[in-house]
């Protein structure tokens, strides 16, 4: 038989302190544990346990942009219609140099207008020069002026029917040169041609118109002394020819022979 011995306050005492111990160590092992599994997830951000600034960029939100309206279109400007000429004028074709644009420069204080077709030429003005003495209808005539201003538009008209050939332009020396045929139909005798600058200014050339026509006449380019000379010499050599049948009419039989015979 075992006899078991009462416990004592001190036995007691002992026995706290060892379990106490035991729960220390055990909260010891699990915090240790604890602490090992959550070093390695604290090591792996790279920070060794020093601390760091984050810094988060401001970003400024760009400006909307302005929409801007387009710039009201401008109409064109209406355009002018030509000034209607007077008196029916004919106008001609074929002419070279002819209408440019208006609003070249002109005379000091000229306000450049294109004038009316006139029904008859000026009393006065410049002279201008043409370059033959006679033409027929077909060929060309040049007819040159001196005197506009510089770009100056010059208007053409032949009389005596008034028929527009056309608009020139003076060069820079103001010269004007118009080179045109005359036209099928154009009466022969005078007729006078005439320039007449936006600025006002007339210049005046008579231009000479034979019959026919340039492609069946011949010889129209012969000059008017030829036709005298040569009219001379055939009635010279007429005269001559009948003076010497007289002489042979009247001189005797034997002399008329002998002067056959030589």
């Not at 006449?217 to 030829?226: A, E, K, M, T």
Request: proline share 11%; charged share 10%; glycine share 12%.
């Amino acid at each position: 038989m075992t006899l078991i011995s009462p416990q004592t306050p001190r036995s007691r005492a002992s026995r706290s302190r060892v379990l106490a111990c035991i729960v220390a160590v055990c909260l010891a092992i699990a915090t240790g544990a604890a602490l090992a599994v959550a070093a390695p997830a604290h090591a792996d951000d790279g920070t060794d346990g020093t601390d760091f600034t984050v810094t988060i960029p401001r970003t400024t939100p760009s400006p909307t942009p302005t929409r801007t309206p387009p710039p009201a279109s401008t109409p064109p400007p209406a355009s002018t219609p030509p000034p209607a000429s007077t008196g029916g004028a004919k106008t001609s074709t074929g002419g070279s140099n002819t209408t440019t644009p208006a609003g070249t420069s002109a005379a000091p204080g000229c306000t450049p207008a294109e004038p009316a077709v006139p029904l008859s030429p000026a009393a006065t003005g410049e002279k201008a020069s043409v370059d033959r003495q006679l033409y027929l209808p077909g060929q060309q005539v040049t007819a040159t002026v001196t005197g506009f201003g510089a770009g100056e538009q010059v208007q053409l008209v032949l009389f005596s029917d008034p028929t527009l050939i056309g608009t020139f332009t003076a060069d820079a020396g103001g010269q004007v040169q118009a080179v045109f045929p005359v036209a099928d139909g154009t009466l022969a005798g005078t007729h006078v041609l005439q320039f007449t600058g936006w600025c006002k200014r007339i210049a005046l050339a008579t231009v000479l118109v034979g019959g026919g026509t340039a492609a069946t006449s011949v010889g129209q380019g012969i000059p008017p002394w030829l036709w005298w000379v040569g009219g001379a010499l055939a009635l010279g050599g007429a005269l001559l020819g009948g003076w010497r049948l007289v002489r042979a009419m009247r001189a005797p039989a034997g002399t008329a022979a002998a002067a056959s015979a030589s």
